[in-house]
């Protein structure tokens, strides 16, 4: 089994700034990592995600993350916000055999002009 | 296509009644789940179906839950006897065989139990 943890469950900047959100995972076998965002009364939308390769991921919107297995984590990062970035972001995890994701509790980014 | 679709997007129901959402997911994935999110938390996995044939329960899936996809097109969630701890954000998602793809979730139902 795998579980995921944000260790903020809320991350205050101001617009330009630079954002680090946290993700740590805990799993016994090889896994896909995931960043997804959700805005108000929406759905998901996938990010990024890190299946094998280059431990340097780019997604959309600027957003970039970083798989260290040593350390099992996959810090989402961004080097300048935007207002409309604001958001909740969800770190998941899948086994490689790829059945579901289980995701983290969340950290809600507020960018503040 | 125009994505993952649910319906309704409210619901309000009294409790102890039955209710059922629907989802259209992307014609061509075979794959389907069910994720239930309390405010402020992150999605929890109820079920996921392979073409028609439901593959994984969650044990948050009480004998409450039914969940049914008939010739692996849309999905349906059925919730019998509702109580006000299943008020929460419904959300389906689909992909194709893996998650290798990410899912492509709909917009969700959120239901509230009053």
């Known amino acids: 089994a795998q579980s995921v943890t944000q260790l903020d469950s809320q991350v205050p900047v101001f617009e330009e700034a630079p954002v680090e959100l946290r993700c740590n995972y805990s799993?016994?076998?090889?896994?896909?990592l995931f960043w997804y965002v959700q805005y108000p009364n929406q759905g998901l939308q996938l990010l990024l995600k890190?299946?094998?390769?280059?431990?340097l991921v780019k997604g959309i919107n600027g957003f970039e993350a970083e798989f260290n297995k040593s350390q099992t984590s996959f810090h989402l990062r961004k080097p300048s916000v935007h207002i409309s970035d604001t958001a909740e972001y969800f770190c998941?995890?899948?086994?490689?055999?790829?059945?579901?994701?289980?995701f983290g509790g969340g950290t809600r980014l507020m960018v503040k002009p | 296509d125009t994505g993952v679709s649910q319906d309704p997007r409210h619901k309000i129901t009294k409790r102890g009644q039955n209710v059922t959402f629907r989802c259209d997911p992307i014609?061509?994935?075979?794959?389907l789940y069910w994720y239930r999110q309390t405010l402020g938390q992150g999605p929890e996995f109820l079920t996921y179906?392979?073409?028609?044939?439901?593959?994984?329960k969650s044990r948050l899936l009480s004998d409450r839950f039914s969940a049914e996809r008939p010739k692996g097109s849309f999905s349906t969630l059925e919730i019998q006897r509702t109580e006000q701890g299943d008020s929460a954000m419904y959300l389906c998602?689909?992909?194709?065989?893996?998650?290798?793809?990410?899912?492509?979730f709909g917009s969700g139902t959120r239901l509230t139990v009053v």
């Open positions: 998602a689909s992909s194709l065989m893996t998650v290798d793809y990410g899912y492509t």
């Open positions: 799993s016994s076998v090889s896994v896909y």
């Open positions: 890190y299946l094998s390769g280059s431990t």
């Open positions: 998941a995890v899948s086994d490689n055999a790829g059945n579901m994701l289980t």
């Open positions: 014609s061509e994935h075979n794959r």
């Open positions: 179906f392979q073409n028609e044939a439901q593959l994984e």
